[in-house]
């Protein structure tokens, strides 16, 4: 079946640590998202990309880093620049035409040790 | 600046009793509106599209509606497997297919 893998499910972070979360769809979409959800806060969107080699800042990019080398492929790189890391991260994804829902993941929880 | 907004927070049901979701929105344009389930621990699952004011689609218990200003999700006669939070995103004009989210309503329906 067709859908959106992110791994791993639970992952943490130790202090001045990079983390790099993943996220692989075989639904030949276009476009990936990264979210973060908090406690009583709306999704957020931290990056996007709408083509392979190209991608841009969502509203809280800062801490942050992505690639998208393939077309399947969007990895999510949690920097220590990022002082509050601790949340659950989504990934989805869209078909070329952006009037179509995203499709989401199951996510990575993410935790300071 | 475009917001979305779900009321109540959370909403507690004795099962078979019917009510609404509420998601309201101010928009320069809207170009679609979405319905999402989560449970606890998971993804979004996507549920309902919504384009236009007057625009209704159904599925089992189901139901979202659209006006101009607001979105309802009517839930009917629910079941205690339709305890989720629920999720509203809007598109808006010139938002490329950025979505914005409001921050969902948690439902509980007791047996």
């Given at each position: 079946d067709g859908g959106i893998t992110q791994s791993p499910k639970y992952l943490f972070r130790k202090e001045g640590q990079n983390v790099t979360l993943s996220c692989e769809q075989?639904?030949?979409?276009d476009a990936m998202y990264w979210y973060r959800q908090d406690p009583g806060q709306g999704l957020r969107l931290i990056y996007y990309s709408q083509i392979v080699n190209d991608f841009q800042k969502g509203d809280i990019a800062e801490g942050y880093s992505v690639s998208r080398e393939k077309k399947e492929s969007f990895p999510l790189t949690v920097t220590?620049?990022?002082?509050?890391?601790?949340a659950f991260y989504l990934c989805a994804s869209t078909p070329g035409q952006t009037d179509q829902p995203q499709h989401f993941g199951d996510g990575t929880r993410l935790s300071i040790l | 600046e475009d917001q979305v907004t779900q009321s109540p927070e959370a909403l507690r049901l004795q099962e078979g009793e019917s009510s609404s979701l509420n998601c309201s929105y101010t928009v320069s344009g809207l170009r679609g509106l979405f319905w999402y389930r989560q449970d606890p621990g998971k993804g979004p699952e996507f549920l309902f599209t919504l384009y236009s004011a007057g625009e209704e689609k159904e599925k089992e218990r189901l139901k979202a509606t659209l006006t101009k200003k607001e979105s309802f999700l009517h839930i009917t006669a629910p079941k205690p497997e339709d305890s989720a939070t629920y999720l509203c995103a809007v598109r808006f004009t010139g938002a490329n297919s950025k979505l914005t989210f409001g921050k969902g309503i948690t439902l509980s329906v007791r047996p």
């Open positions: 075989n639904l030949n979409h220590s620049a990022q002082k509050n890391p601790t | -």
